[in-house]
């Protein structure tokens, strides 16, 4: 009979060991918590506070936050949404008190923004759309304090893929491919193996016409090709950054550049040849008439109804055949049906006489 009432003394006791009380516990290091406990282990509802300011009140799994709860810190930023094993992931609200102030709501994954969520910046700005790692990544939008928004495919923060640019009355300016917040234009991006990003025109698999290679965030071409190598007018910018190209606070952070080089002029066989204009070998493209005389500054160009008409639209660049080697630059300013005005872009005026060939630059 002992030992029966001895059993049940013991049963009794461990089982108390593991119920959930309530109570405060409290640490050397003047750590504090009070609330639901197991074992001296929060676990259940419960506050705790430390000396330096940060403080948690909520739900506790084995002694870490999990669940919902509210999470402060000493600068007064706070977030109150989901706890997995001590860390943010899933819904939540982080206000922000660096950068002037900021706010997200949306998803976290591993303490970070990811998946569907929007960031309001003190300024006015926001962004909502899809996240990955605390980086605007994937679908989105962004809209500046002026109205202007910006609704396409972002990566590591950084406009980059296929988007458009529109204004606050919704009218859309730009529309194409970016790479790396830059707006290339029209055309689809080509990735390659060893990491390069192509934007332009391509004939049979390779950069052919007009386009802009990324070699990396730091060295791009912008200007002809051919047959997969730089050909033509071109220029090639390598850029040295005095710190990381991006930066989770903004957008881009292209203020931060420590030098910058350019290789701008002509293009042979993948290699630059120079400044100036190009010289025999140049492509040319269709002839589309003759140079008829000059108006003012304006150099005027017959031809007719096919190809001023069609061909001429106003920015359209075009090539004068001077002879002997030596070309002139013209950009049609004012089209008409058979007459186009032109404005010169490169070359000698000295150069352009009254009947010579003119072309539509590739």
């Known amino acids: ?23 405060t516990l409290t640490w050397n290091d003047g750590i504090k918590y009070v609330g639901q406990h197991k074992n001296g282990i929060p676990h259940g509802n419960g506050t705790y506070t430390s000396p330096d300011g940060n403080k948690y009140s909520g739900e506790w799994k084995d002694g870490e936050p999990h669940g919902q709860g509210t999470y402060t810190w000493p600068d007064g930023a706070i977030y109150v949404g989901q706890f997995k094993n001590g860390i943010k992931n899933g819904h939540g609200t982080l206000t922000y008190t660096d950068f002037g102030g900021r706010k997200y709501v949306g998803q976290f994954k591993d303490g970070a923004p990811h998946g569907e969520g929007t960031m309001t910046y003190n300024e006015g700005t926001k962004y909502t ?4 790692r605390g980086y605007f990544d994937g679908q989105g939008i962004y809209i500046w304090t002026n109205g202007d928004k910006y609704t396409g ?14 204004d606050a009355s919704g009218v859309v300016f730009q529309k194409g491919a970016y790479l790396y917040d830059e707006y290339i234009g029209e055309g689809e991006i080509y990735t390659y ?12 698999g390779k950069p052919h016409g007009h386009g802009t290679m990324f070699y990396s965030e730091e060295k791009k071409y912008t200007g002809q090709w051919k047959d997969g190598k730089r050909d033509g007018q071109g220029k090639t910018t390598t850029i040295i950054y005095k710190g990381d190209y991006l930066d989770l606070s903004t957008t881009s952070n292209r203020d931060n550049i420590a030098s910058l080089t350019s290789e701008e002029g002509i293009y042979r066989d993948d290699k630059y040849i120079g400044k100036g204009d190009e010289k025999p070998g140049v492509n040319l493209g269709a002839l589309i008439g003759f140079i008829g005389g000059f108006d003012g500054g304006d150099v005027v160009v017959n031809g007719n109804k096919d190809t001023i008409g069609t061909q001429a639209p106003m920015g359209r660049a075009l090539i004068v055949n001077a002879n002997n080697g030596q070309y002139v630059y013209l950009q049609s300013t004012f089209p008409m049906q058979t007459v186009v005005k032109c404005k010169i872009t490169s070359g000698d005026r000295s150069l352009i006489k009254k009947g010579m060939k003119v072309y539509l630059k590739p």
Do not use: H, N, T
């Not at 193996?193 to 049979?204: A, T």
């Open 1 to 23: 009979m002992k030992k029966i009432i001895f059993l049940c003394v013991m049963c009794a006791l461990l089982s108390s060991c593991d119920m959930v009380k309530d109570g």
């Open 193 to 204: 193996p060893g990491g390069e990003e192509y934007v332009g025109q391509i004939k049979d």
């Open 153 to 166: 495919q972002w990566r590591y923060s950084v406009r980059y893929g296929q988007g458009a640019m529109s």
């Open 129 to 132: 759309g899809q996240w990955e």
